[in-house]
């Protein structure tokens, strides 16, 4: 019951007043399932990217510390290849520093610092941490293209997805078809206009014909 309320009152906040770059949201259906979005900071290698990670909450929560890991593949010498994240706030005491005064939106914070400044000396990936230390822009490199092929498409592809949504064709199928019938309204309008505009030539045209008629009867009739 704790970790309900506890829960909801650190949605509400998350939702009222988000971290910059970070969002959170309750999974559908699931009170102990969470995701959340990071948005890559200026100025370093994962910048344009958003990066999407799944939270569990425990049951003696906020006892003990959410599991959180990186759905989204990202290139991190604190960050391995299963989106497990070496932070010492996702860890009980002793080996950690979790304590229940913290909370989600703090641990989110924490990970995005961490994206920005990584922690070399204690790595969860040893080969990345030498390119850190030792070769810092192959570092750069690997981390930009790994954002770009893994953060940044992916968005551009639930983009194309929402677009492919029925409820999108159907809005777009209704724009052309307002489009199409103001066309056809404009064209029916101007067709009428060109009619009565030829049926008042025509109007204009036949007393001359009659004058014409007439002076031409009465030049026969006095000849």
């Known amino acids: 019951m704790q970790r309900i309320s506890r829960l909801k009152r650190e949605l509400q906040l998350l939702s009222a007043e988000p971290p910059p770059g970070v969002s959170c949201w309750q999974t559908e259906g699931r009170v102990d399932e969470l995701q959340a ?6 100025n370093t290698p994962y910048e344009g990217g958003v990066f999407t990670l799944e ?4 049951e003696r929560y906020p006892f003990e510390p959410p599991k959180m890991r990186f759905l989204t593949p990202i290139y991190h010498p604190n960050i391995d290849n299963a989106g497990r994240i070496c932070l010492d706030a ?17 641990l989110l914070s924490s990970i995005q610092l961490l994206m920005a400044e990584p922690n070399p000396d204690d790595p969860l990936m040893a080969d990345i941490s030498s390119e850190f ?3 810092k822009p192959l570092y750069l490199e690997k981390a930009k293209k790994w954002t770009a092929e893994h953060a940044v498409q ?9 677009e492919k ?5 159907n809005k777009k199928t209704a724009h052309k078809r307002e489009a199409l019938s103001a066309q056809e309204n404009l064209e029916h309008t101007k067709k009428t206009q060109d009619t009565k505009q030829g049926v008042s030539m025509m109007l ?3 007393p001359t014909k009659v004058v014409e008629k007439t002076r031409c009867t009465t030049q026969r009739t006095t000849r």
């Open 204 to 206: 204009q045209a036949q």
């Open 165 to 169: 949504t029925p409820e999108n064709k």
């Open 37 to 42: 979005q990071i948005v890559g900071g200026a």
């Open 133 to 135: 230390k030792y070769n």
């Open 55 to 58: 939270i569990n909450i425990p």
């Open 154 to 162: 992916k968005n551009k592809g639930c983009v194309e997805a929402e």
């Open 90 to 106: 996702l860890k009980l005491p002793p080996k950690g520093a979790w304590r229940p005064a913290l909370n989600i939106s703090t």
